[in-house]
């Protein structure tokens, strides 16, 4: 369905490595202490060229930044962190590039690239002991060009724990909600000087999504089945008979649960009234900004997080429950390993999960990716014992119709594993 999305890792490593290219290329040396500044707008570009769909990022941008790191790396809270980068999120897309790195518990910096030369930067240094914490949050707008670029540099004044952040760019003006806390990711809306939203509120990242062409694509094309008010096939707006018969039969007790590709979050919302904490995770904005709405009218808080199951962020506490309907099949087959190396991540000895997917048995030319038998056992048997294996259907959305056939998949983290 898609190449495998990098690690965090080989992300840090691609990015260095086009940084490294273009230092060499201007005959600039990069200090330290305002690496990840550079880099990630440097990467924004990169990625940004590659899947051709991105903003793009001037070659005068980047020297104006050179040109300016004493003052730029002067104003942040502890400049010297940066010496050794980390992203821990990343998302490009038609309208914006969001990167942000952290320095261990030291500083995290979140930059939101909003058209050539337009990028928001937020510093975020935690409270140390006793000490509030420190953050800068600024508007950077590259001006000119050759020798004549400058860097205008608007504080936003105040920011609170949640700062919220106006900025003009070209003919968009977008509209900011930065938690202070790095957990918490925020939102992002852009609309017309008419007033017209072209980005309608959703989401920013809570991981590093997929990226590079097709990783672009896969999310466009998960994205388009909701965006519009479209209801996909899946989207039944009731909650599985299979999930609610295993909760309301004792079977999975409440407590901590998360659910792998929720789509609008009728099962995740589902979970949440029957007493668990849940997180609920998906590459589609649009899906995850009408599960936030449907939650909110339901009287329920849940933890929404954009991101790729296959590189869930960083550390979340492991589940008790996990649940996944209709999204481990698809993955699969770009990335069968990188499913279930998260879900080992997500899990602890004796986490039950609940997986609902396509069945192979039956020969079907429309519907939902099918999974044999013994590609469910050669995925998680290393890891997890099978409590359940057994063929159901999944819930048609008229009672006339017979949904497609289903896997139904218990199975427990082993002890040992
Ligand atoms: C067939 S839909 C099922 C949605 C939901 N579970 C339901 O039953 O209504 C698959 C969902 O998985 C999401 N998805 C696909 N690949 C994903 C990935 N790598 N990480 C997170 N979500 C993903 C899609 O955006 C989509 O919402």
């Known amino acids: 369905m898609r190449k495998q999305a990098m690690t965090q890792r080989q992300l840090r490593d691609r990015i260095v490595w086009t940084f490294q290219r273009r230092a060499c290329f201007t005959r600039l040396c990069m200090p330290a202490a305002a690496a990840i500044g550079i880099v990630a707008v440097l990467a924004a570009k990169t990625f940004a060229d590659a899947a051709g769909t991105g903003p793009g990022l001037r070659a005068a941008d980047f020297v104006a930044l050179q040109d300016r790191l004493g003052e730029f790396s002067g104003k942040l809270p502890d400049p010297a962190a940066f010496g050794a980068d980390r992203i821990v999120a990343f998302e490009e897309?038609?309208?914006?590039?969001?990167v942000a790195g952290e320095k261990g518990a030291t500083l995290t910096r979140r930059l939101v690239y909003l058209k050539p030369g337009v990028f928001?930067?937020?510093?975020?240094?935690?409270?140390?002991?006793?000490?509030?914490?420190?953050?800068?949050?600024?508007?950077?707008?590259?001006?000119?060009?050759?020798?004549?670029?400058?860097?205008?540099?608007?504080?936003?004044?105040?920011p609170a724990a949640a700062a919220e952040v106006t900025a003009a760019a070209g003919e968009k003006t977008f509209q900011l909600r930065l938690p202070a806390s790095p957990d918490a990711a925020g939102s992002i809306a852009a609309r017309l000087a008419d007033g017209k939203a072209i980005l309608p509120e959703r989401p920013l990242p809570a991981g590093v999504m997929p990226h590079g062409p097709a990783g672009v694509r896969m999310i466009e094309r998960?994205?388009?089945?909701?965006?519009?008010?479209?209801?996909?096939?899946?989207?039944?707006?009731?909650?599985?008979?299979?999930?609610?018969?295993?909760?309301?039969?004792?079977?999975?007790?409440?407590?901590?649960?998360?659910?792998?590709?929720?789509?609008?979050?009728?099962?995740?919302?589902y979970l949440a009234k029957r007493g668990f904490d849940v997180t609920a995770v998906d590459v589609?904005?649009?899906?995850?900004?009408?599960?936030?709405?449907?939650?909110?009218?339901?009287?329920?808080?849940?933890?929404?997080l954009l991101a790729d199951v296959t590189a869930p962020p960083a550390?979340?506490?492991?589940?008790?429950?996990?649940?996944?309907r209709g999204c481990y099949h698809g993955v699969r087959r770009g990335n069968a390993r990188g499913y279930v190396e998260a879900v080992k991540k997500l899990s602890r000895p004796g986490t039950q999960m609940l997986i609902?997917?396509?069945?192979?048995?039956e020969e079907r030319h429309y519907g939902p990716p099918r999974v044999k038998e013994e590609e469910l056992r050669g995925d998680f048997s290393g890891?997890?014992?099978?409590?359940?294996?057994?063929?159901?259907?999944?819930?048609?959305?008229?009672?006339?119709?017979?949904?497609?056939?289903?896997?139904?998949?218990?199975?427990?983290?082993k002890e040992n594993e």
Not at 246 to 266: F, I, K, Q
Not at 356 to 361: R, Y
């Open 93 to 98: 897309n038609g309208h914006f590039v969001y």
């Open 120 to 158: 928001i930067v937020d510093d975020v240094a935690p409270a140390a002991a006793e000490k509030k914490l420190e953050r800068s949050l600024r508007v950077i707008r590259v001006r000119g060009s050759g020798k004549e670029v400058r860097l205008d540099i608007e504080p936003i004044e105040a």
């Open 222 to 269: 998960w994205d388009a089945a909701y965006r519009d008010d479209r209801r996909p096939p899946w989207d039944k707006g009731f909650p599985s008979s299979h999930l609610k018969a295993a909760v309301e039969s004792g079977t999975v007790a409440p407590g901590r649960a998360v659910v792998l590709g929720c789509g609008t979050g009728t099962n995740a919302i």
């Open 284 to 304: 589609a904005p649009t899906a995850l900004a009408r599960a936030q709405a449907k939650a909110k009218e339901a009287g329920v808080t849940l933890r929404w």
């Open 315 to 324: 550390g979340l506490e492991p589940f008790d429950f996990i649940f996944d």
């Open 356 to 361: 609902l997917a396509g069945n192979a048995n």
């Open 383 to 413: 890891s997890f014992d099978f409590v359940s294996l057994k063929t159901i259907r999944f819930d048609p959305m008229d009672a006339d119709d017979e949904g497609a056939m289903a896997w139904f998949a218990l199975l427990r983290r």
